[in-house]
C-alpha cells in the first residue's frame, strides 16, 4: 500500500482508532527506553486498564451501570490462583504450563458464567435497569467479599498467597519473569482485546446494544430480543474482567477478598469515568492517568493524596462530562470533519 493511501485511511479513521494506533506506537517504544522496574509497573497497569475496558464496554456501549463489575475481576483471579496452586483436584498432577493456561481460561469461563447467569435473573424476570441494576450489582460485590473472607479453601481473610508468575509455555516450564517479556506479552493481550472489542462496538449486534442503551422500549418494538442482548454483552464484560483478573493476579502472587470486593468496582469505576466511558480506548488511558496520578500524589502529598485524587474526580466529571480522554476524542473528531 502506497504512502498516499497510508495517509487517507490514517485521515479517514476516527479518533478513537487514531488516538489508540498512536499510544500503541508509543506504548511499543517504552521498552526500549524505560528501567525494568517500571515495565513491571506498566504491565500490572494493563491489567488495570483490560477491568477498565470491560466496565467501559458494559456502561459506555451498553448502558449497564454495574457496580460491581470487580466481582468478575475477583473470580478470573481466583480461579487462576487455585488451579495454579493446584487446590483443584487432579491438576496438581498437570505439567505447570497446562495448569497456566486451565487457569487462564476457568478464570474467563467462570467470569463470564456468573455475569449470564446474573443477567438471565436481572433482565429477564425483573428486567431491572438504570439505578437499580448497579444497587444489586453493589450489593452482589459485598456479598462476593464475604464469601471469600469466610472460605477456607480460597484462604479465608488472608487470601491465597505464592500464586505463580506466567507461565505461557516457555522452554524448560520455567516462569516467565522477564520484565520485558511480560510487558510485551500483557500490552498483545491488551491490545488484540481492545480491538476486537472495537469490531464487536461496530458491528450489528453491536448497534443492536447501541439501540438498547438509547432507548430500550424502542429497541424491544423493532424486534430486538433485549434481555438475551443485554445477557449477552454483560458476559462479555464479565470474560474480559475475568481475564484482566487471571492476569493480574500473576504479577502480585496473591489473590485477596478485596479483589472481588466493592473496593476494585469503585476504583475502576472512577478510572472510566475520569477517562470516558463512552470509548474503550479512553477508559484504557483513565485507568492508567488514575493509577499514575495515585502514585504521584502520594508521594507530594503524603497522607492527603486520597483527599486530592477525590476533589480531583469531582471536578473532572463536572468540567468534563465525557471524561478528559473522551473530550480530547470528541475534539480531534470536530476537527477531522471541519
Known sequence: MSAAALQSRWQGADAEVRLGL??????????LVLPTWQLAEFARYFCYMLLAVSLAWVWGHCGLLCLGQGVFFGIGAYAMSVVTLGKVPGVALLPDV??????????VALAALAAALLGVLLFSASGLAGAFFGIVTLAVAFIAERIAINWDWLGGLNGLMGVPSLRPGVPGNEELTDERAVYCLLLAV????VTLLMRAVRSRRGRALLAIRNHEVRAQALGIDVAREKTRAFALGGAVAGLAGALFVTQF??????LI????????LIWVAVGGRSSLVAACMGALLVRLAESWLSEALGPYWLLALGALFVFTVVAMPRGVVGELLAWMDRKRTE
Request: aromatic share 10%; no cysteine; glycine share 10%.
Open 22 to 31: 498512536a499510544l500503541l506506537a508509543v506504548a511499543l517504544v517504552l521498552p
Open 98 to 107: 497446562l495448569a497456566f493456561w486451565l487457569g487462564l481460561g476457568a478464570g
Open 190 to 193: 491488551l491490545a488484540l482485546t
Open 253 to 258: 502472587n496473591f489473590a485477596s477478598p478485596p
Open 261 to 268: 470486593g466493592f473496593a476494585v468496582s469503585a476504583e475502576v
